[in-house]
């Protein structure tokens, strides 16, 4: 087998994770698959530009990063407005109690900031050690570990304002 086919047999057995982390990053299903192949698009035509020994991953991470900064720069220019996935896809689901609090996590993580989604996209999420989420982010561990207590201060208070206007 050569380089290129196992970087790519690489690349798809990292699909999933790629995904994950796109959705979290743009809490929505077709913008994350959209990003996730513009993501791998990227890797194949740059292929070169991965240092084997290096974190696949990682370098995923940081395409993907990259891509969605651009999208969001683009969206702006055009002044569109992207909506939240719909919310009531599964209105008289059995499990609706249980969907009812993924949908309140979902609205609270996409009323963080950029910066703070990515973070906890990555680290909460993905479950990525902080030192690779601060080199896919391009950022200094220490500033990635005060977003991610921001972050998570953030979502503890919109959680809780959540319950409350509930109740």
Do not use: C
């Not at 989420?133 to 503890?156: F, H, K, N, Y």
């Amino acid at each position: 087998m050569d380089d290129t086919t196992a970087l790519h047999e690489a690349i798809a057995a990292l699909l999933p994770r790629l995904r994950r982390f796109a959705r979290t990053v743009t809490w929505n299903r077709e913008d994350a698959d959209d990003l996730v192949q513009l993501a791998v698009e990227r890797a194949i035509l740059h292929s070169r530009q991965w240092q084997a020994g290096t974190r696949l991953d990682s370098w995923l991470f940081r395409i993907i990063k990259n891509a969605w900064i651009d999208e969001v720069r683009a969206r702006s220019r055009r002044e569109q407005l992207f909506a939240p996935e719909e919310e009531g896809e599964h209105v008289g689901d059995d499990h609706a109690e249980a969907h009812q609090q993924r949908l309140a996590v979902q609205k609270a993580v996409s009323l963080l900031s950029d910066e703070h989604r990515l973070v906890v996209g990555l680290v909460l999420v993905d479950g990525l050690p902080y030192k690779e989420a601060a080199e896919v982010l391009e950022i200094p561990i220490g500033t990635l570990t005060s977003r991610l207590a921001r972050a998570r201060a953030a979502l503890q208070e919109l959680l809780s304002d959540q319950a409350r206007t509930v109740t």
